[in-house]
């Protein structure tokens, strides 16, 4: 039994195989990819050597490749141009492909930063292959912290021009900029670039969902990387990562000893005045907008009764925010001040209706998409705040 059983698998197996028919799998004569070529300018940067600020003009040229190695395959089409550069791939342009070759083509960069790429798709007409191509990458200069709080809006709300963009801000020849830290929060901590050319300074605030270990005031970044969003108009970076100049020291990287070379004449020289703010200040919104996240000053302003409505008391009970009038004119503008958080021995309610000789702090922005903004003074210790007889003085 078991021998006509083997019989039968053998007879069945032998018919299997001489029945079936081989067939030959060969490759598609297509369009399989694109070479994207850069011809001007020739030196694309590198990593250590980064572009100079000017360079935004860039000459290229697009060859479609086929998979059995035509160079080129002819088609002729239109595809896309898209620019890669900061975590984001922005369309730019269709540029067209006659006989497997683009024309040279030249397009006009700017608000480029960091390292970035050219990429071309075959993504449009009735039947796209979706074959890609990309060039070599470029070093464009990082951005500084003046023009991630640049905005193209013409009114409020001020949004980042960069929002949703990784950044690097790096220390390298010619940009290393001069980030020193104004205030370190529960949450974070507000960096300012000394060396813009800009008066104040710009300022932008690092969120690090809780209190950053080893930061202090006045201590120098080197390096600041993270994404860029807006957070009730305020412009921060997201999910951060820093080098100080305390780590550069102990560091043998090119970026740590250009860093410590170019840095090393401000130690403990770094001196941030606050901008002095008055009503017709808030009257020039661009202007309050250059001033997020900057220390600023605030004299002979009022506390207002932060008990007088319920909305004003719960302000205060939830947020520790209260209200202060400038009186540098009659109809004079208003600040929210928090102190509790870093003052707690202040109490401002027993100072209703008392005027500050001054109140000093971190301005940050509070709107909700509407064209006016709350403007809040954080407070950062007991020495930003002088009322009557509540003035510590720093021995």
Known sequence: MNRFYHYIFISVFLVFIFGCSTEKIGIDS???SFQLKILS???LGSESELLPADTNRIVFQAKALGSKGQDPFIITKGISL?????GKSNFIKTINITDGLSNEETIELSGVYGKAHLMVVDDTGDEPS???GSSDEIYFRNPSISDIQNSTAEEPPFGSSMTGYRVNIRGQKNNIGRMVITAVTNSGFYVTDLASQTTPPPSLFVYNFSRPYGVYRYQMICQLTGGIQEHLGDTQI?????????DCKTSDSLLCKICVDELKDYEKKNI????QLKTETTYDKILMESLESSLVEIKNATIMNMFESAYDRSTYTDYGQYKVRLNDVTASATFLVISRDNVSDFDPAQYIGKSFSYVRGILTELNFGSKNSMWIINVRDKYDICIEDYCPKKN
């Open 130 to 132: 979706y074959a890609t």
């Open 238 to 246: 997201t999910f951060p990562d820093w080098i100080s100049y305390d």
């Open 82 to 86: 898209y620019l890669n550069f900061g």
């Open 272 to 275: 941030i005045e606050p901008y």
């Open 41 to 43: 300018p020739e030196n």
């Open 30 to 32: 297509g369009l399989q």
